[in-house]
């Protein structure tokens, strides 16, 4: 649970990323898209050459061949996870999870574009503010599973997320008081 928070906490730290600097480059070249191609650029090389200082393991199953089915293994795999139930659980909420939180990170920027007629700098900083909520709560679930993956967090994050939603959509707040949500 960790180390699975720790990769969603930089995933949606490169979200947040993403979102403030594409927002702040749209609003200073008008949508010319030659800024948005060099850092486009400059971040796969950036990526490529930090990737050239991972340390190299040796293969886990080197006697595994690759198959031209990939359905094959697609297969194998699947029915590996059916036998387990907490697994199944766990995918399946992990799942609900992600697709709740790539709707709030859209549904930012529609709020902001619609609702608040809001200019690309504010937009962005609301997908942020988002995938900062969603980062630091996966750092907070990480960090109180301690090793096992209790499955009572699943139905209490779906109530904290539905909780600011419905503040956010009854209360009709204004763009700073729907930041902070």
């Not at 387990?84 to 574009?113: C, Q």
């Not at 997320?161 to 956010?168: A, Q, T």
């Amino acid at each position: 649970p960790r180390a699975n928070a720790s990769l969603e906490l930089t995933r949606y730290a490169a979200v947040i990323a993403g979102s403030a600097v594409g927002g702040f480059l749209l609003a200073a070249h008008g949508g010319g898209m030659a800024p948005m191609c060099a850092v486009l650029l400059g971040s796969a090389a950036t990526s490529t050459l930090a990737s050239l200082g991972v340390r190299r393991l040796p293969s886990a199953r080197r006697a595994r061949s690759l198959h031209l089915n990939p359905w094959r293994d697609i297969r194998g795999q699947l029915k590996r996870v059916a036998a387990s139930r907490s697994l199944v659980l766990a995918i399946a909420g992990m799942t609900m999870f992600e697709g709740l939180a790539t709707l709030m990170l859209l549904d930012a920027l529609l709020l902001g574009k619609v609702v608040f007629e809001a200019d690309d700098i504010e937009i962005s900083l609301l997908a942020a503010t988002a995938g900062l909520g969603i980062g630091a709560g996966c750092a907070l679930a990480g960090r109180a599973c301690r090793g096992g993956v209790p499955l009572a967090f699943v139905p209490r994050a779906f109530a904290g997320i539905g909780v600011v939603l419905l503040v956010i959509a009854l209360g009709r707040l204004s763009y700073g008081a729907t930041l902070a949500c």
